[in-house]
């Protein structure tokens, strides 16, 4: 049973534009939850995050929003550039749990140019 | 410079031969976890420690050991690799509670 769920695996979005990945989850002890954006041969790198007592985080062209009452987020990017071309990784804190984090499958954004 | 750092990068072994992954991170943080990637699963969790000499399971711990003698060290350990093992790994590490995880850059393991 997957807790955190990206259904999405690939996107492509025209540079410029806007990008919009989608994020489920299942557990309603989750409390924080992050987005990292991953290249080919690196690590995931941590991108933007929000506590679950908020509904909106932005940091420069990207913004998390939270629906707790639909267990969603997204993460939007405006404008989309090349270098954004990367796989997003949603990821989630159980708040009554050991402190980890549960990933989705992650999402692979590709901006055309 | 703040990173988590891992070795080798690479490595090609074969089936039953004991190996080590190591890992280190240099930021005092009291939490460590492996975790491994694969096509289709995403990033899966194999192991975490809390502080030193405080290690469990993950999701997926079977035919892997862990240690924690030292707060910066966290060594990932196949004491009899088979095939299934092939993957990337990646160690990471956080400060306790509301905070991120930071990743070092895995290690791509290949068992023939």
């Known amino acids: 049973d997957q807790q955190v769920k990206q259904n999405s695996p690939s996107l492509s979005v025209q540079e410029g534009r806007i990008s919009i990945l989608n994020c489920d989850y299942t557990n309603s002890m989750f409390d924080y939850f992050l987005w990292y954006k991953k290249y080919p041969a690196e690590g995931p790198t941590f991108l933007i995050s929000?506590?679950?007592?908020?509904d909106k985080n932005e940091d420069g062209r990207f913004t998390v929003f939270l629906n707790k009452s639909a267990k969603h987020l997204s993460l939007h990017i405006v404008p989309s550039q090349p270098g954004d071309s990367a796989v997003y990784f949603c990821?989630?804190?159980?708040?009554?749990?050991?402190?980890?984090?549960?990933f989705g499958k992650g999402t692979h954004l590709i901006i055309q140019p | 410079e703040a990173q988590v750092t891992q070795n080798p990068r690479y490595l090609i072994t074969v089936t039953g031969k004991k190996l080590t992954v190591t890992c280190s991170q240099n930021?005092?943080?009291?939490?460590m976890s492996w975790y491994r990637q694969d096509p289709g699963l995403g990033l899966r969790q194999i192991y975490y420690?809390?502080?030193?000499?405080?290690?469990d399971k993950g999701d997926v711990p079977e035919g892997y050991k862990v240690s924690r003698k030292e707060k910066r060290n966290f060594p990932l350990i196949l004491e009899s690799p088979s095939p299934n093992q092939t993957s990337l790994y990646f160690c990471?590490?956080?400060?306790?509670?509301?905070?991120?995880?930071?990743f070092g850059n895995g290690t791509r393991l290949t068992v023939t």
């Open positions: 930021m005092n943080h009291e939490y």
């Open positions: 990471a590490s956080k400060r306790q509670g509301i905070s991120p995880l930071h």
């Open positions: 929000i506590s679950s007592i908020k």
């Open positions: 420690s809390m502080n030193v000499e405080v290690t």
């Open positions: 990821a989630a804190r159980d708040g009554g749990g050991a402190d980890g984090l549960t």
